[in-house]
């Protein structure tokens, strides 16, 4: 039966605004598409609450017909018109994408430079659909019915020339976006269906639902194939035995080392800079007042379903061991593996935790930092922690843990008492350092100033580069942070202050200058 929307929905993609104004005005700002955004906003909030799919295309539809050709409108609409008519409006909205990419990627919105926008549009379309139809234990979460067999071959078609489309017209940007799991998947997908003349495949009997196993009999379990054709298959059946560990006993520690093996053990090197789209603020927040509140079965429900959607943003691995540790003593080997397996990725990619999103955002905060700290002494084997009788030391760990458990001022009390009763200058260097470095996770940037510019006349009187180089570099690299940070619009002083320490950091210590400046190199 054919899709009678087909054809409306395909023009979308070919025809015009008008034939004065292609592709129309940039409508980011419009009342019409912040309602459309705020269905979007939806997906993934703490509420459980989704978006209304049917206003979702009815509003993408409006935009694109009569106001603005816009990438991401286009990928809500393909999303919308999934969740609505199935696989039949994928095909169309798929086609339309194609059309859209073909007759309007000069002009189109977002516009080409910068390139992240259209990117995270075209990636974000496939991230979102991928998981709805790659098969796991033989079944598509968003599974075809019988009626859809020839859609899904129609959409296995589809899909290949919208990845043609996007491959030539990303050609001349810095980043192509992925569509290769997105491709594999409807394959797959395809294949499972069967061809077109031949019966639908029968599916396998199922008990009724809740009905007990047979005594003595094996449990009922989804069959794994003895061997694997992809890496993502085998991956898919870790995640499914992750989940159902899980569901099973949430302190079950293999299923947390598993999750986090498929998530971050497969992670080969540390993405580009504010290039992700990050989470919005109102999630933030959400896990805030769920840790403040210490709500931690929800807490811990929350943040490892969130960390399966989000792996980079870090803060989720301080707030499912938050979780774990107030569950009590029964859950500290599941909080152990959380633990264990951030410092895996640290030592492994430690430039991770320094990155941020799309939006500025950092990966993990200060308070995330603080806890990294905290483990890395513990799970770390000879990372930093306090050590048997160095007072500073253990001050830090201290006020790590402080820090971790939202106490910013109680920290930096602690560090301010270990300045004042240290024993030794180099006692007090140090712990004067670590806590410059605190204020600057917590940002208050001007008190970290006056902290490290008080230790400058220290390391040229004590000639700490000479023998103290590493507690020198350190000093240097969080004095040049906390200059660029607290100054956004440098005056030609400031340049020239920073200048200077940056050359004082890139002679100790080149590699992490390097790293440490980025996108941004000092002006001169």
Known sequence: MAYEKHDQIVALGREPISAASPVGDPVRYDEIFERLQAQMDK????????PDW???????????????????????????LFETDGYNGLTAAFEAYTEFLNKFWEN??????????????????????????????????????????????????AVAKLDEAVTKAFAQQPDTPNLLPMVRAFKALRDKVGPLGAPPAAAAPTAP????????????????????????????????????????????????RLMRAVHLGGLAAAPKDRIIPGPPDTRRTAFENLASSGNWAQLLTEAEGQFASTPLWLDMQRY???????????????????????VALYKRLPEVFDLSFKDGKPFADGATKAWLGEIVGQFGGGGPGAARGDTVAEAVAEAR????????????????????????????????????????????LTLAQSLLEGLESWIDQFRLEEWEPDLAAQA?????????????????????????????????DPATALKLDGDSKPAG
């Open 43 to 50: 997906i993934g909030s703490l509420t459980g609450e989704e």
């Open 54 to 80: 049917r206003q979702v295309v009815e509003l993408a539809t409006e935009i694109l017909k009569g106001k603005s050709k816009d990438m991401l409108v286009m990928t809500y609409l393909t999303l919308g």
């Open 108 to 157: 189109c919105y977002p516009k080409v430079k910068p390139p992240q926008g259209r990117y995270n549009a075209i990636q974000y379309l496939a991230e979102r659909i991928v998981p709805l139809v790659e098969l796991v234990g033989g079944q598509a979460k968003k599974n075809p019915t019988a009626a859809e067999r020839e859609a899904v071959h129609k959409c296995q078609e």
């Open 209 to 256: 639902a809740g009905a007990p196993a047979a005594e003595g009999a094996a449990p009922a379990v989804a069959a794994v194939p003895e061997t694997f054709t992809t890496a993502t298959q085998a991956v898919q059946v870790v995640v499914k035995v992750a989940k159902y560990l899980l569901s099973q006993d949430n302190k079950d520690a293999r299923a947390y």
């Open 320 to 342: 499912v061991a938050l979780a774990l540790n107030g569950h009590g003593p029964s859950h500290k080997p599941a909080h152990d593996a959380v633990a264990f397996e951030t």
């Open 401 to 444: 843990k402080l820090l971790s458990e939202a106490k910013g001022p109680e920290a930096v009390k602690r560090l301010s008492a270990e300045m004042d009763h240290a024993g030794s200058r180099r006692q007090r260097f140090r712990a004067q350092l670590a806590l410059a470095g605190f204020c600057v996770d917590m940002n208050r």
């Open 476 to 508: 240097w690299r969080d004095l040049y942070a906390c200059l660029k940070k607290s100054r956004p619009k440098p005056t030609p002083e400031d340049l020239q202050r920073c200048n200077a320490v940056f050359a004082r950091l890139c002679r100790l």
